[in-house]
């Protein structure tokens, strides 16, 4: 038995679904892991470091932006 890792587009998902059954192949859906990007990575490193600004409240957050 052979593992296949295919992409397909969400709009496609069901008719691909349903032509693998048709042809006898497990299908077997497997959930995409959200990965940062590196905007992301770059403020959850800076926040690590403690450069990220503290609030009292949410009301000062918001007047600070």
Request: charged letters at 30%; hydrophobic letters at 35%; glycine letters at 4%.
């Amino acid at each position: 038995m052979q593992t296949l890792e295919i992409q397909v587009p969400d709009n496609k998902t069901r008719l691909v679904k349903e032509f693998l059954k048709e042809l006898g192949v497990t299908v077997k859906v497997k959930k995409e892991h959200n990965i940062p990007n590196a905007d992301t990575i770059a403020a959850m490193q800076e926040l690590k470091a403690g450069k990220g600004q503290k609030y009292k409240n949410v009301e000062d957050l918001f007047n600070s932006i």
